[in-house]
């Protein structure tokens, strides 16, 4: 009786990492911050790719890795390369409009994700709106990464701002 309720025990944890593994669902994390400068300069930092590592929270700090500007098929890319002079990552401005930038941001072996930001005036300043949208498995969900994701930007926009009221 014991090794059939350990049994069905194992079986039921297996099926249940299946299920948290392979079932896909969107995860669409945004932030909006206002910011304390012009909608103008707002946009000229962000839509130049080279200040990103500047205040993206997640921008790889590590010793080994150099950031190179380059240009492919006419974007200019920020291509983040390893001691070996592999390419681990990029930054790449794919778009920009009257007020929004999407940006490209890739991973080694994962397909690249687009951030978008929507930048509007405010009574303040700006007014910016970070997001994203991709599609990640449910363990991503159940462990909130929609959240985890959102006080990163927030943390990225803050410092934004920051650098945005120091001259750069």
Known sequence: MIKRILGFSVLGFVLFAVIITFIKVDIKPSVRYELSASPKEVMN???DVSNFPTWDPKTIVDSSVTLNITERNGVKTLDLTDSTETIVGFYSV?????????????IQKVEPLTYL????PSENGTTINWSMDFEGNLMLYIFDAKSQLETM?????????NKLKSPY
């Open 45 to 47: 930092y962000v839509s």
């Open 94 to 106: 794919e778009n920009i409009g009257e007020n929004r930038i999407e940006m490209k941001v890739g």
């Open 153 to 161: 930007f927030l943390r990225g926009l803050k410092t934004l701002d």
């Open 117 to 120: 930001f929507e930048i509007s």
